[in-house]
C-alpha cells in the first residue's frame, strides 16, 4: 500500500497482542488481517475485534484462500460506529 506501513505478523496466536499494541497507535485507522491468519485465532479475536471501533479490522482473503462474499453494508456500519 503506498503511504502506508505494514507488519507482519506469521502466528496467528501473537495476533492479539499486537492488536492491543496497535490499538495505542493513534495514527493507525485500518488493520488488515489475512483469513488463513485469523481462522486459527478466531473464536479468541471475535469479541477484541467487534468490541472496537478503532482502527477498524477486517479479515481479507490471501491468495490461498477461498474468498466468501463481504457484507459491505455491516464494514461501513462498523467504520462509522454503528455495528
Known amino acids: 500500500m503506498m503511504g502506508a506501513e505494514g507488519k507482519v ?3 496467528p ?3 492479539e ?5 496497535v490499538r495505542k497507535m493513534e495514527d493507525v485507522d485500518l ?7 485469523y481462522d486459527p485465532v478466531r473464536e479468541r479475536l471475535e469479541s477484541v475485534i467487534s ?3 478503532k ?3 477486517t479479515v481479507i482473503p490471501s491468495p490461498y484462500s477461498e474468498a ?8 461501513i456500519l462498523r467504520a462509522l460506529g454503528f455495528g
Open 51 to 53: 468490541s472496537q471501533t
Open 55 to 57: 482502527p477498524l479490522i
Open 9 to 11: 505478523v506469521e502466528d
Open 68 to 75: 466468501e462474499p463481504m457484507d459491505v453494508r455491516k464494514l
Open 17 to 21: 497482542d499486537e492488536i492491543k499494541n
Open 31 to 37: 488493520v488488515l488481517i489475512t483469513k488463513d491468519l
Open 13 to 15: 496466536y501473537s495476533l
